[in-house]
């Protein structure tokens, strides 16, 4: 316990750094999704995502990630850091959330098991449909942001009408979050590596909040640096983005493949 | 909740723009980015356990409602859309309960309770507490009445709800349980933390460092208008000063005695010294002896004499000032 607090958070930041690398390892590979224009994969797979939101029928939810793993694995995706990372986790985090749903959703009993109220099979359909439609979802949000970088995804925001001033602040945010993430997991690690001995609770408190602190100074401070930076190189509150998409045979072809699965799902689903 | 969020992040980012042609812009997506680093960090609660903090009551001090509205609304987006926390679907509800209904509740909770505290005061460290404990709590409620919800507006024929599976008996008692306790707690205590961190570095983030400078002011006039109205005290001081004699006082047995006890028993000359007798004509002061003559009380006539110096000074003062150049650092 007496580095438990340090050790726990300098291991969060690590992990969000790795992953933060993965995407951008990912991104840049060749497969199917990888080739295509970023538009096209922000429209045709947030389609995908609401025909999951929207379908009423657990089989359409089954095959649309069916189809998110088909293009998992022809995007060259491994599927095992996918179970891993993703499927995994929202199982987890679903599944402590739908199982008391099992017994006390009310509809005929399923099953009795000895000293708990009956499994009824309405709150079984009920946990399974959660279940199915967060890790449809989840995938497919997953296959958008794994298989393009970053930058483009942002830019292709624009294809959903975000105003441009979201989007440069959504890049900022996002390099910034990178690079507050390598502070303070400096910072931790190097306070890790100074520590001998326990620190009590409220010890551990007040090293956390005085972090928080030295954290905002700095950011605040990068924020003055960054302002001045960008006078520096002439901006004067007009927002440009560079926009090298060009939508291709090929784009046109997916968009409406992925736009048409979506609307086969939301009118089987309804 | 993409609907209900829509208009908000217009309003918002109109409110913004006039704005963001200066420092606002850097300013909001650096703080959306530390509230996203924050929201990892393991804080150590009261009790033996640990919890997260979003950073929503700090932010909403310092930028404000609208600001703070749209810097929790990128952090919550970046982890969505790049670290796939939280999802895409749930964004609208998240950035709706926590970062826009949060932000304003934070806002609110704190300029109500800080209303008319001074920038030192404690007071202003637990309106910051209640901000951020209020705003989790808030939002925890508004989710678990959005899942609460659910199983009545979305079910299939059989009764089995499509979305949430828990009616609002269920779902308010299981969200508020942890949210009162574990991260009502830890947003508290981040909230309060960074606000007291804030005000010893950066005080005019706060926006309120130019309360603090007149209150020194004003606290410097209380102690100015306490010293006048003790200066008739003189009074009761027996003597004259020490060195502070006339040149009548040398012909006087009873001046030249006291100037004696006060001068180590060495006695004064017999005469009135040259330099004295000469210089003693050349300036009359326009109040001898600190008593205008039309003034029969002495203790009056000596509080107006001290409060016509202390006002010859600051004005000789307020001169300086105005005239010398003020070099910068």
Request: proline share 5%.
């Amino acid at each position: 316990m007496s580095t438990g607090v340090i050790t726990r958070t300098a291991r969060g930041f690590t992990s969000v750094l790795a992953q933060a690398l993965i995407s951008e390892h990912s991104a840049h590979q060749r497969g199917v999704l990888q080739a295509l224009d970023p538009r096209v994969k922000v429209v045709g797979l947030l389609s995908l995502v609401l025909a999951t939101a929207l379908s009423r029928h657990i089989a359409v939810v089954a095959v649309l990630l069916a189809l998110a793993v088909a293009l998992a694995l022809v995007s060259r995706l491994s599927l095992w850091s996918m179970a891993k990372r993703v499927w995994l986790v929202a199982f987890l985090f679903t599944f402590t959330i739908a199982v008391p749903a099992l017994f006390l959703t009310p509809g005929e009993p399923l099953l009795q098991l000895p000293g708990v109220p009956a499994i009824t099979a309405q709150g079984t359909r009920s946990a399974a449909m959660l279940l199915l439609r967060v890790e449809s979802a989840v995938t497919l949000s997953t296959l958008l942001v794994l298989t393009t970088p970053w930058m483009h995804l942002l830019k292709a925001l624009r294809a959903l009408m975000v105003p441009v001033e979201a989007i440069m602040m959504l890049a900022m945010t996002h390099r910034y979050a990178v690079l507050l993430t390598e502070t303070a997991n400096a910072m931790f690690e190097s306070r890790q590596s100074r520590m001998v001995g326990r620190l009590e609770g409220r010890e551990q408190r007040r090293l956390m909040i005085n972090s928080g602190g030295v954290l905002l100074s700095k950011t605040l401070e990068m924020g003055n640096q960054v302002f001045l930076a960008m006078q520096a190189r002439g901006f004067r509150g007009e927002i440009r983005l560079l926009d090298e998409f060009h939508m291709r045979g090929r784009d046109y072809f997916a968009l409406g493949a992925l736009l048409a699965a979506a609307a086969l799902a939301v009118a089987a689903g309804r | 909740m993409y609907a209900a969020s829509a208009p908000c992040w217009w309003m918002a980012l109109r409110r913004m723009r006039r704005k963001l042609f200066g420092r606002t812009l850097p300013l909001l997506s650096l703080f959306a980015a530390f509230s996203f680093v924050v929201m990892m960090f393991n804080l150590p609660l009261p009790g033996g356990t640990t919890g997260h903090a979003v950073g929503v009551g700090i932010a909403a001090i310092v930028l404000g409602p609208w600001g703070a509205s749209l810097a929790i609304s990128l952090a919550l987006a970046i982890q969505a859309l790049f670290f796939g926390d939280g999802g895409i679907t749930t964004l609208g509800a998240n950035c709706f309960n926590m970062a826009i209904a949060g932000s304003f509740a934070a806002w609110g909770i704190y300029r109500l309770v800080s209303l008319g505290a001074a920038a030192e005061s404690r007071r202003r460290v637990i309106a910051a507490a209640l901000a951020g404990y209020g705003a989790i709590n808030l939002s925890a409620l508004l989710a678990a009445v959005e899942f609460g919800i659910q199983p009545m507006l979305f079910h299939d024929a059989t009764g089995a709800p499509l979305y949430a599976p828990y009616r609002l008996g269920i779902a308010i008692p299981a969200m508020m349980a942890g949210h009162l306790t574990v991260a009502g707690a830890a947003e508290a205590v981040m909230s309060a933390g960074l606000f007291s961190y804030l005000r010893r570095s950066d005080p005019a983030l706060l926006g309120i460092a130019p309360q603090s400078a007149p209150r020194a002011a004003a606290s410097l006039w209380g102690v100015l208008a306490v010293a006048l109205l003790l200066t008739p005290l003189g009074i009761l001081a027996g003597g004259a000063a020490w060195g502070e004699w006339a040149p009548r006082d040398f012909a006087d047995a009873a001046a030249r005695a006291r100037i004696a006890a006060a001068s180590g028993n060495v006695a004064a000359p017999a005469a009135v010294p040259s330099g004295l007798a000469r210089l003693a004509s050349l300036w009359t002061a326009p109040m001898p002896s600190y008593a205008p003559q039309f003034i029969r009380s002495t203790a009056f006539g000596y509080l107006l004499s001290a409060m016509f110096g202390v006002g010859a000074i600051l004005g000789a003062a307020w001169l300086v000032q105005r005239v010398l150049p003020r070099r910068e650092p």
